[in-house]
């Protein structure tokens, strides 16, 4: 199922670029993809796993190593293991650009953004094109998994089409403790994984909700700028996102705390122990999660060039999601579980504020219908395919 979408998108980006990164957490899917994308080539690609010592040292003499398979695509998966290899795919990019081989050279796959954005931007400015792999998104539901299956199991391909909730469940459990005890040690500051599981939890319970750096660090007993530093860790390793309030001059007191989420729903419910439907329901994350969900699957298929806000004010307009494709184009979003879904007045006042020009309630049933002024009630799938649409203005 991931690999279908992504894949056409990254063949046709290795065909306008000499390299192509893909970021995405752990365990959603890069390595298959690239296998996938391998077994589509000939010649075959040049696999590297720079998490292998035996691979690793390969690029012991990286330039030579690369020239010998000139003509290839090398992948090399996991890459921020060996950042000072940027350098030298500068050189090799344009020393076959003068060869005349100008495109779909490397295939890039990392699981930490920040590191990686700013290693290769440095290094490939101009020469390299991003795509950002989500997990499984609705868009992309097989007959055997339905919209709630996914919601409550996230989009992690093993999580999402495991045998039972309760293997689903126990696969997202060993995750969150891998990640916790291997994988977040080795980007940064040793970070006691109690601390981290805390603050894990911590936004877990608060999902959806403004973020209070103060309040946290307090609750983790240590210092707001080490708390900042923890949030911005998991955002690198693409675990959490922090989505900005909408900042246009609308002569209104805006708030400015941004808001946060994980952006697993899957990883949310783990680590909130809710392994049915029925849990989740029942608690009260139910909303925020559904939140936070759907905004993780807009933003999968965000149009190029849209930037993703929300808009609250200290008067009590809000706008959950605020798309941003030009100055003359804002798309106004409010979510909603309720399959009978209506507007708050917040909703009507914030999309006077912003002057938005689309105005939408996403929900979670199939139809599409007017439910107030120049406001559409719209299936979450029908969004995607609107935003979709939205690339050829």
């Avoid at 590297?48 to 691979?55: N, Q, V």
């Avoid at 990686?116 to 950002?132: D, M």
């Avoid at 709630?148 to 391909?157: D, N, V």
């Avoid at 929300?310 to 979003?333: H, W």
Wanted: hydrophobic share 40%; charged share 20%; glycine share 8%.
């Amino acid at each position: 199922m991931i690999a279908r979408k992504a894949q056409a998108e990254i063949m046709d980006l290795l065909e306008e670029y000499p390299a192509v990164g893909v970021l995405g957490p752990r365990q959603v899917g890069k390595t298959t993809l690239a296998e996938t994308i391998a077994s589509s080539l000939n010649p075959d690609p040049i696999y590297l796993d720079l998490e292998s010592p035996t691979d690793l040292a390969k690029l012991h003499d990286p330039e030579s190593y690369l020239d010998l398979h000139s003509g290839k695509l090398i992948i090399l998966d996991e890459v921020q293991r060996a950042p000072e290899l940027f350098a030298v795919l500068r050189g090799v990019i344009d020393r076959r650009r003068r060869q005349g081989h100008r495109v779909g050279q490397f295939l890039i796959l990392g699981s930490a953004s920040l590191d990686l954005l700013q290693q290769s931007s440095e290094s490939l400015a101009g020469r390299i094109a991003y795509k950002e792999l989500s997990g499984i998104t609705v868009d992309e539901l097989a007959d055997t998994i339905d919209l709630e299956t996914l919601w409550l199991r996230g989009g992690f391909p093993d999580s999402c089409l495991a045998r039972n909730d309760t293997a689903s469940l126990r696969w997202r459990l060993n995750f969150i403790t891998t990640y916790l005890e291997r994988d977040v040690p080795q980007f940064g500051p040793r970070i006691p994984a109690n601390t981290l599981r805390k603050l894990w939890t911590m936004l877990a319970h608060g999902q959806s909700g403004q973020l209070n750096i103060a309040q946290l660090g307090a609750s983790l007993g240590v210092a707001s700028p080490t708390a900042k530093r923890y949030i911005a860790l998991l955002e690198d390793l693409l675990l959490v996102r922090t989505l900005l309030p909408w900042s246009g001059n609308v002569g209104k007191r805006l708030v400015k705390s941004p808001k946060v989420y994980i952006r697993d729903s899957g990883i949310t419910h783990a680590l909130l122990n809710l392994t049915t439907l029925d849990d989740l329901l029942g608690h009260p994350v139910a909303g925020a999660s559904w939140e936070g969900f759907v905004i993780e699957n807009l933003l999968s298929c965000l149009p190029v060039g849209a930037t993703p806000w929300f808009y609250r004010t200290s008067a009590g307009a809000e706008i959950d999601l605020v798309i941003e494709q030009s100055k003359k184009q804002l798309i106004a979003i409010e979510i909603k579980r309720s399959l009978a879904p209506t507007v708050s007045k917040g909703f009507y006042l914030g999309c006077e504020d912003i002057g938005a020009t689309h105005r939408y309630v996403v929900y979670p049933g199939k139809e599409r219908f007017p439910i107030g002024k120049e406001i559409s009630a719209i299936s979450l799938v029908g969004m995607m395919e609107m935003l979709k649409e939205i690339k050829a203005y």
